[in-house]
């Protein structure tokens, strides 16, 4: 199915430009015929100026205009996906109402938690797992910079499993699909075999399964990977003949790319396991038997990645946890 096949079931794909490398490429943001006519928006793009010009040119190149926006839905909270929704609203002229899962409200609304709130809790944690002083100063001052290219929505509503969203040529059934984050909503849309995954499947890079603590810094409540695979499996069951990304070009054979990705964190897996192998490690040290020459920027999404994998061996009864004098070590279970 083409780009072309897609305009004809009203499906428009803009390409945001994105300043991260992680990314796997510019951000998409999906124009769907809506149901009156309008539109239906599933993300906004990031809100800096580049993107906003970006989302911009692609509205006008596809002949729409954001006064006909309706109704925009979020994927996901992370900044490269709701950050210029408010822009999209603003422009709009009228009050655009936001979507997103309950799970992750909380990271675009006004009224949610901030990361500067949270430093202390996430650096604490960073420490039990062995992260030295040096490392989270570094890793402090890039922590939460992103945010500055998104802004806050004043009111969102929420978005669940099964909902379905009728637009104008299209039944698209939400999926919530956790594991990138706890609230990761995806579209399915079952006639035409269409699935809208976000980061949730990505064709060129594995997303990020990022440490998040609960709101009171309390840890294990959410275990990304662990969530992640479960969702992997489920999406695999779905008869899909397109994927239409989060980042980067639709592409088919879904079942391929969850295969390799599954493949790929059994080898870090297998990584961990012949590091434990050798003597009980903190996280830190797990982390750098797995990116020996992160960069700073890095750090926290290498511990994450690594942690993440630990807690599916964790999860496994493969590899145990016990804290020594304030710090967590890790070892392969008897």
């Known amino acids: 199915m083409t780009e072309a096949d897609l305009a004809a079931l009203g499906v428009v794909r803009i390409p945001i430009p994105v300043p991260f490398p992680q990314a796997g490429g510019p951000v998409n943001v999906y124009l769907v015929d809506d149901a009156d006519g309008g539109l239906l928006l599933f993300d906004a793009g990031l809100g800096s100026p580049e993107a906003e010009a970006a989302l911009a040119?692609?509205?006008?190149r596809a002949g729409r205009r954001f006064d006909e926006v309706r109704r925009i839905v979020l994927s996901h909270g992370h900044v490269d996906h709701y950050g210029a929704a408010r822009t999209v609203q603003e422009?709009?002229?009228r009050a655009v109402p936001v979507f997103v899962h309950p799970a992750d409200a909380s990271k675009v609304a006004e009224s949610g938690w901030r990361w500067k709130e949270r430093l202390p809790q996430y650096a604490a944690y960073l420490a039990r797992l062995g992260v030295p002083a040096e490392a989270l100063a570094e890793m402090s001052g890039g922590l939460g910079s992103g945010f500055s290219l998104a802004r806050r929505l004043a009111e969102v509503h929420p978005i669940t499993e099964g909902e379905v969203l009728r637009t104008r040529r299209l039944a698209l059934h939400a999926l919530h699909l956790p594991g990138h984050t706890p609230g990761m909503i995806c579209l399915w849309e079952p006639h035409h075999r269409l699935l809208f995954s976000a980061d949730h499947l990505l064709e060129k890079v594995s997303p990020n399964p990022i440490i998040e603590l609960g709101p009171a810094g309390e840890e294990g409540v959410w275990r990304p990977l662990v969530a992640y695979l479960s969702s992997l499996a489920r999406a695999r069951e779905l008869d899909a003949a397109l994927v239409l990304p989060g980042h980067g070009a639709p592409f088919a054979d879904h079942r391929k790319v969850i295969d390799g990705l599954i493949g790929f964190y059994e080898?870090?897996?297998?990584?961990?396991?012949?590091?434990?192998?050798e003597a009980p490690r903190t996280g830190w040290e797990v982390t750098r038997a797995l990116f020996p020459s992160v960069r700073p920027n890095d750090l926290f999404l290498a511990i994450s990645e690594s942690m993440a994998n630990v807690e599916v061996l964790e999860s496994r009864g493969e590899?145990?946890?016990?804290?020594e004098g304030g710090t967590y070590r890790f070892r392969l279970a008897a």
């Open 319 to 323: 590899v145990e946890r016990a804290l």
């Open 267 to 277: 080898k870090r897996q297998g990584k961990i396991r012949a590091a434990l192998g």
């Open 91 to 93: 422009r709009s002229g």
């Open 57 to 60: 040119d692609g509205f006008a």
